[in-house]
């Protein structure tokens, strides 16, 4: 038996959270038995935890959590033996199959990668998804020929959680980062993460009639979309790239071509859900050196499987700085 917050349908079709003890014999189909450590929260899981699973969910009664980290306590695949560290992040973990907010998970060993040695299960999900993405969007703007003596980069939503942390790595690999955000009391937050400027929202999320503007980006990391992508988009210097990792501002872009044609900018899109095992490794082995122990600790709000309601909405409402880290035991 094993506790687990999990999302129960009521009749009206609406679903709530209960802390359930839960037999073993419950487990989804895996090859993998992890003894869970850690979690944390994402928009997708602020998401699966509300009152209509915001069209994630399928089956009720559901275990959300996208992400965890762990030691294996049984395995049918030969990568992987009891006692192994092990972190999950994607594969619609959490979503479509049972997730992280658990004692126990039980997954396809292919979802699974093994745990750097230099990261405890607890600072891989205080990196979790969020931090996953933030490193591939880096490495994707660096294959691009990013370096730190081309200028500053920006980062929009800059105090959220990928923002927090692609701020955190890019400062620490040697470049200038301004940070935007709307919440002007995250600027000391967004300084100490290593964030040379701190750039109002205000001041990029209004469209403008101008498909070019100033060069003044050598490259951005993307947490928002929307009209502010537009607009950033007309600032980046000549073949300059942007990784967009997120929709916080919506899913539309009111874009032309133009900088594309004129000044050769490139628009990435970065996706962790599905990215292939070799990426995952990299991405991995490059927080474990890249990403500063005493930036990511900062980042840290802990949290237990009773606070995770609250985060849920929270982080729905953009209210969450940093990252939260769930420790399921406690």
């Not at 049984?74 to 999950?88: E, I, N, T």
């Not at 994707?140 to 929009?156: C, N, R, Y």
């Not at 470049?175 to 400027?197: F, I, M, Q, S």
Request: charged share 20%; with cysteine; net charge negative.
């Amino acid at each position: 038996m094993f506790n687990a917050l999990t999302m129960v349908q009521n009749d009206d079709g609406l679903a709530t959270a209960e802390i359930r003890e839960i037999d073993d014999s419950a487990l989804p189909e895996g090859d993998v038995t992890v003894a869970v450590e850690y979690s944390t929260v994402n928009y997708k899981d602020g998401l699966c935890l509300s009152a209509k699973g915001g069209g994630l969910v399928r089956k009720y009664p559901h275990v959300p959590g996208i992400d965890f980290s762990g030691t294996v306590e049984a395995s049918d695949d030969a990568r992987y033996k009891p006692g192994d560290k092990v972190v999950l992040t994607g594969w619609r973990v959490g979503e479509v199959h049972w997730g992280g907010y658990a004692q126990k998970a039980r997954v396809k060993a292919d979802w699974l990668v093994p745990l750097p040695d230099a990261l405890t299960t607890k600072q891989a999900m205080a990196v979790g998804t969020a931090g996953f993405t933030a490193m591939l969007a880096v490495m994707a703007l660096e294959d691009h020929g990013l370096a730190p003596e081309q200028g500053e980069v920006l980062v929009t939503g800059a105090a959220g959680g990928v923002g927090s942390v692609a701020t955190a790595i890019l400062a620490n690999l040697g470049y200038d980062v301004a940070g935007v955000t709307g919440r002007p009391e995250t600027a000391d937050y967004l300084r100490d993460l290593g964030a040379t400027r701190i750039v109002a929202r205000e001041e990029l999320n209004e469209t403008v009639k101008r498909p070019l503007e100033s060069e003044t980006w050598a490259g951005c990391v993307d947490a928002v979309g929307g009209d502010m992508l537009a607009r950033v988009l007309g600032q980046m210097k000549y073949g300059a790239s942007v990784a967009a990792v997120g929709l916080a501002g919506g899913a539309a872009l009111p874009a032309t071509v133009v900088p594309f044609l004129l000044r050769a900018v490139n628009l990435l899109g970065i996706d962790s859900v599905m990215k292939p095992y070799e990426g995952r490794l990299r991405a991995w082995e490059r927080i474990a050196t890249d990403l500063p122990m005493d930036k990511l600790e900062s980042m840290v709000q802990p949290a237990t499987l009773a606070d995770l309601p609250r985060f849920g909405a929270d982080i729905l409402k953009g209210q969450v700085k940093g990252r939260v880290v769930v420790d399921v035991n406690a």
